[in-house]
């Protein structure tokens, strides 16, 4: 009688384990799921915060120079580069080197290459176009083309 007690006592034991070891693996997976799930959100998100934040970055920009003859596209080093004129008598290129949005603010004659500017934003690539008065981007950032349209108000860009 006393064999069976403890054999009995033994397996309530071992069954309380087994539901105690059967809810953790369920606690588990349910926590793995949900840092999966945040983590792929947390990574969408950065995506579309950096491609939103360079076309808005380029719009601004733009909108800040648009004179005469104050904003054109022209090649800077292996790359393209949006020039932007200051009333200073300076220019600002933005352009994208190296897998990030650059920023160069300069001399309209110094000699400076792409590597030197600023880095402001991660995007995997970037291409101007500037036709009769209308600016277009195309920013590549997180696998995702954003495309940018501008008609410039000065009415003469690209000079």
């Known amino acids: 009688m006393r064999a069976q007690k403890r054999l009995r006592h033994r397996m309530d034991g071992l069954l309380a384990l087994l ?10 997976a349910v926590l793995l799921t949900g840092a999966r799930a945040y983590r792929r959100l947390t990574l969408r998100d950065q995506a579309s915060y950096n491609t939103r934040t360079c076309v808005q970055y380029v719009a601004t920009r733009v909108r800040q120079a648009d004179t005469a003859a ?15 004129g200051e ?13 990030w949005l650059m ?13 030197n500017g600023t880095k402001l934003l991660p995007a995997d ?3 101007f ?10 920013i590549t950032s997180g696998g995702r083309d954003s495309l940018l349209s501008l008609s410039l108000r000065s009415g003469k860009g690209a000079a």
Not at 70 to 84: C, D, K, S
Not at 87 to 99: C, E, L, M
Request: hydrophobic share 50%; net charge negative; proline share 5%.
């Open 103 to 115: 920023e160069l603010y300069s001399a309209p004659d110094a000699a400076l290459s792409p590597e």
């Open 129 to 138: 176009t500037l036709e009769d008065g209308l600016l277009t981007a195309k």
């Open 70 to 84: 104050g904003v054109e596209v022209a090649p800077f080093g292996e790359t393209q580069a949006l020039v932007l």
């Open 19 to 28: 539901l105690f070891a059967l809810f953790a693996a369920c606690v588990l």
């Open 125 to 127: 690539g970037m291409e």
């Open 87 to 99: 009333k200073s008598g300076f220019i600002t290129r933005v352009y994208w080197y190296d897998g």
